[in-house]
């Protein structure tokens, strides 16, 4: 009898440990402790020389830029014994999801994390970044170009440190653009709403194309429109959406008449058009507005046209303007609940070098919001797609640039559609701009 | 005799209580799974429906907040439109495409009737990535097959995957198309199941095939239909990576049905507490949507 509770009570058990052992086996892999996160900042890391102590430090980066933070983790380790750093490298695609998902959930969290400004906003929002209070007292913020610092900034905290600054130029066909303006006679190219105009009209009365191609969304009305033009998203005083007033409506007004009354422009839809390359490569294309990025892409899918392109500040808005467009850029910030604030801090500071914004210059691309790295002479170097010291230039003119608010994703999609109806004719700017505010979600 | 009796009872209770207990150890492996990964889940669902939560925020209980801001959403509503003409329309021209398909293979050569089989069903073990992204091939403005035979036939093109009405049009196509095969394979199991006798008694009687199909087979086949009709409405109202991967939902939320809009709120807005509540509706839908569907074809069967 009591061989059979035994035997019973023995199958009970390792039916319960096999339990135990699938289920063990089907959990995550076992991250770094979470803990109550303190203020960054709150305690020193080791300094050089220091006795060590083992801390791991995990840093997250999507492509290009999980590149350049692979360059720092040597001298970062060197001057912080016992501290190894881990960058994981990410696709762009699901990277965002990768981000949310793992803020949201608390697991898995990295100490330092690159964001993307397209859907920081909510981020921030969320409370799942920790406010860098350190930030005004051991940076000299006076360094950074303000239209990249001052972007992640949220009522009054510093959230992120800029990477990269990324606004919207020209990119056009000299050969197709001089043209047209030997024919009227300017000798620059315009810098103004109307000027533009007349030119555009000549490029699409001389070649029969479309002198523009602008994309239907909310980044490129924003950016490129919208903020020139003197206009803006949210109140300063980041109460109250203001992008259904008289400017916004007006630059939508534009936008959509680029198209559509002064038939100059092609609203692309990638769904339909394709890639605007294959567009440019076979000389369809007169201009495109992009960031500065996009150079590599052009001079890769149209190696033919090199010498045939240039660069310009956008044209849209009237002369005196203070800017002429509003600059995003990747940064580096700090999960509320990062398993290493302090250090992450220090990793930080040390990206935030000259030499180390150099490094971001060379490998990604995209000229850095640190002014004091804009010395190096990798930012004269002439491009040779262009003719022109593109670094410089776009170094040059990011003075000329907003700090883009970051709206929540739902803003931007509702902003979207705005656009989509006014384009298609489904509503005036008016009317779709009120619905958009009328649907977007309170600020608190 | 009451000696026995008790000395055969306590010596049969312990067996009696080993084969109780083996059986259910050895099926709560599932039920752990179960519970762990879908029961508490859907409780927490149900909490959350009346909370606000972005994620990063303390949760924060909101009573049926979310559900009123819901039932006032143009949005949902919007989404709702586009859930219910898609789970109409593809059940019902579905159904009958299946069965229209199921009856013509069991009338052709076998030959030709397993080769025939064979292509409908292979969309039913392709990825639906792979047939979104060839389905878009076919829609394509400038290099699709289909705007080369309109052209070809003298007509213009058509921007198949942005015209707001165009779009919806794709869409009802290609999830009618790939849905064919497993629902002719499911029918024509019905239709295997119909006694041949039926139909000899019915040539005594002098059917024609017409009649023979509405006074045998359709009825017959109705609990058949039942199945394949509840299981594809299912299907349909939670219909997610379909449109996502062929429109996107559109422009102007032309082909965003109830599952993308919840995607978006949840996980693009950071309103989990509101999509939760979404998600709640969704299933309450669908589960109406399930039981008018088997009361309505049902209350038929009797015949």
Redesign the interface.
């Known amino acids: ?1 009591k061989n ?2 035994k ?2 009570w023995l ?2 058990a390792v ?1 319960l440990t ?2 135990m052992a ?2 063990a086996a089907c959990a995550p892999a076992p991250s770094a402790p979470v803990e109550a996160p303190p203020a960054a900042g709150a305690t020193e890391a080791p300094a050089a020389g220091a006795p060590a102590e083992a801390k791991k430090l995990v840093v997250w980066g999507f492509i290009w830029t999980a590149d350049w933070l692979d360059t720092l983790v040597e001298g970062f380790q060197a001057a912080h014994p016992g501290v190894t750093v881990e960058v994981n490298r990410f696709e762009y695609d699901p990277y965002q ?1 990768m981000v ?2 793992t ?2 959930s608390g697991e898995g969290i990295p100490d330092v994390v690159t964001l993307d400004p397209m859907w920081t906003g ?2 921030i ?4 970044l920790l406010p860098l209070d350190k930030a005004s007292a051991e940076l000299n913020v006076a360094d950074f170009v303000p239209g990249g610092y001052n972007m992640y900034a949220w009522q009054g905290k510093q959230y992120g440190v800029p990477l990269d600054l990324d606004f919207k130029i020209m990119f056009y066909r000299k050969d197709v653009y001089d043209a047209a303006m030997a024919t009227l006679g300017m000798t620059e190219f315009p810098s103004t709403t109307d000027d533009f105009l007349k030119l555009a009209q000549e490029v699409t009365k001389e070649t029969g194309k479309p002198a523009l191609l602008i994309e ?1 969304d909310y980044y490129t009305w924003y950016t490129g429109f919208l903020a020139p033009m003197g206009g803006n998203l949210i109140d300063d005083a980041g109460t109250q959406y203001i992008f259904n007033n008289d400017v916004a409506v007006q630059s939508l007004q534009l936008y959509s008449d680029l198209a559509t009354k002064y038939k100059i422009a092609k609203v692309w ?1 990638y ?4 890639d605007p390359i294959l567009a440019a490569s076979s000389g369809d294309l007169g201009a495109i507005m992009n960031g500065s990025w996009f150079i590599s892409d052009l001079s890769s899918g149209a190696p033919d046209m090199a010498g045939k392109w240039a660069i310009a500040p956008l044209p849209w808005g009237s002369a005196g303007r203070k800017y002429d467009a509003a600059t995003g850029g990747a940064c580096l910030s700090i999960p ?1 609940k990062a398993a290493e604030p302090d250090l992450a801090w220090e990793f930080m500071k040390y990206a935030m070098t000259p030499e180390a914004q150099v490094n971001y210059y060379k490998i990604v691309g995209g000229v850095p919001s640190l002014k004091t790295s804009w010395t190096d002479a990798a930012f004269d170097e002439v491009n040779p797609f262009l003719n022109v010291p593109l670094g410089r230039k776009v170094a040059d003119w990011s003075l000329r640039a907003m700090p883009m608010q970051l709206p ?3 803003v931007a ?1 509702l902003i ?2 705005a656009i ?2 006014v384009t ?1 004719g ?1 509503a005036t700017p008016k009317e779709a701009l009120d619905e958009a505010v009328q ?1 977007a ?1 309170a600020l608190k | 005799m009451a000696d026995t009796a008790r000395t055969l009872t306590s010596s049969i209770q ?2 009696r ?2 084969t109780n ?2 059986p259910y ?2 099926i ?2 599932f039920y ?1 799974g179960f519970i ?1 990964f879908q029961l508490l889940p859907i409780a927490f669902s149900i909490y959350l429906s009346l909370a606000t939560w ?4 303390t949760m924060a209980f909101a009573g049926l907040d979310n559900f009123r801001t819901l039932f006032a959403d ?2 949902f509503w919007d989404a709702f439109r586009v859930s219910l003409i898609i789970t109409i329309v593809c059940t019902i021209l579905g159904t009958i495409g299946a069965l229209a398909l199921a009856v013509f293979l069991e009338r052709v050569v076998d030959w030709l009737s397993s080769l025939l089989r064979v292509i409908f069903f292979l969309p039913s073990v392709t990825s639906v990535v792979v047939i979104a992204y060839v389905w878009r091939q076919l829609y ?3 290099y699709g097959y289909f705007n080369t035979l309109l052209e070809q036939l003298g007509l213009a093109r058509q ?1 198949w ?2 015209d707001p009405t165009l779009q919806m049009v794709a869409l009802l196509v290609m999830l009618i198309w790939a849905g064919l095969g497993w629902d002719a394979l499911i029918i024509t199991s019905g239709l295997r199941s119909i006694p041949t006798e039926l139909y000899d008694a019915g040539k005594v009687d002098g059917t024609n095939g017409w009649t023979e199909f509405w006074n045998i087979t359709l009825p017959l086949l109705r609990p058949t239909l039942t199945f394949v009709m509840v299981t594809g409405v299912i299907f349909l109202w939670g219909i997610f990576a379909q449109p996502q991967l062929l ?2 939902g559109g ?3 032309e082909t965003q049905t109830i599952a993308l809009y919840l995607y ?1 709120v949840g ?4 309103k ?1 507490g509101y999509a939760s509540a979404m998600a709640i509706v969704l299933s309450i839908i669908m589960f109406l949507s399930s039981y008018l569907n088997f009361r309505f074809v049902k209350a038929e069967i009797e015949y």
């Open positions: 009898m059979l509770y035997s019973k199958q009970i039916g096999l339990i699938m289920l999801d949310v998902t803020l949201a909510d981020i929002r969320s409370g799942s239907n839809n769904d339909t058009d394709g509320t929540s994703v739902e999609d979207t559609e989509a109806k298609s489904q649907l979600p | 312990p067996n209580k080993r207990l083996a150890l050895f709560s492996p752990v762990i972005n994620g990063g925020s143009p949005k394509s403005t400038d921007n995957l942005t429109t996107g422009q102007l939320r978006d996980f693009r807005y950071h989990f």
